[in-house]
C-alpha cells in the first residue's frame, strides 16, 4: 500500500515563495483593504488544513509502513487507533475552523476533504485493505486540491 507524499503538497501553500508581500504600493493596496472577511476566514481556515493534513499525512504513514511490513491488522499494534484519531481530530479542527465567512468555491473543496477524510479514516476502522486504496487515493486526490485553493489565499514573502 503506498504511503503519503507530504512534501509534494505542502510546500505550495506555506509561506516559503520567494516571492516578496505586497509593500506600500498604491495599484497593490486597494485589493489588500477590500479583502475582507472572506479571505480573512480562507486564511484561517488554511492554516488549519495545512496543520492537520500534516500531522494526518505522518499518522497515516506511519500506519502503512506498519501495515505493510506485517501485513496483518492485527500485528500493527495502535498504529490504526492512531491514524484514525488523527485522521478525526484533524477533520474536527478544519470544520471548525470553516466558519460561513469562507468563499463558496474554498468551502466545496473544504467539505469534500472533509468527506474523503471520513471514509479513510472508516476504512482503517473497518481494516479493509482493499476499499483502503481507494479511499487513500480520494482522500491525498482532494487534500491536494484544497492545499493547491489555499494556496491563493496564504501570504507569500518573508
Do not use: H
Not at 509534494?8 to 509593500?23: F, I, K, V, Y
Not at 504600493?25 to 489588500?32: H, L, M
Amino acid at each position: 500500500m503506498p504511503a503519503v507524499a507530504a512534501t509534494m503538497s505542502l510546500t505550495g501553500c506555506g509561506g516559503s515563495s520567494n516571492e516578496s508581500a505586497p509593500t506600500g504600493d498604491s495599484s497593490v493596496a486597494p485589493v489588500a483593504s477590500t479583502a475582507g472577511a472572506g479571505d480573512e476566514a480562507a486564511i484561517a481556515v488554511c492554516r488549519q488544513v495545512i496543520t492537520s493534513a500534516g500531522v494526518m499525512v505522518r499518522d497515516y504513514n506511519a500506519f502503512i509502513k506498519r501495515l505493510n511490513a506485517t501485513q496483518n491488522y492485527a500485528q500493527i499494534g495502535t498504529e490504526d487507533r492512531y491514524a484514525r484519531e488523527t485522521l478525526d481530530t484533524g477533520a474536527r479542527l478544519i470544520r471548525d475552523a470553516s466558519t460561513p465567512e469562507v468563499p463558496e468555491t474554498l468551502a466545496d473543496k473544504v467539505y469534500a476533504f472533509l468527506g474523503a477524510t471520513e471514509k479513510l479514516s472508516e476504512q482503517i476502522r473497518k481494516k479493509n485493505k482493499l476499499a483502503l486504496n481507494k479511499a487513500m487515493t480520494e482522500w491525498g486526490d482532494t487534500r491536494t486540491e484544497l492545499l493547491d485553493a489555499c494556496g491563493e489565499y496564504m501570504p507569500t514573502g518573508t
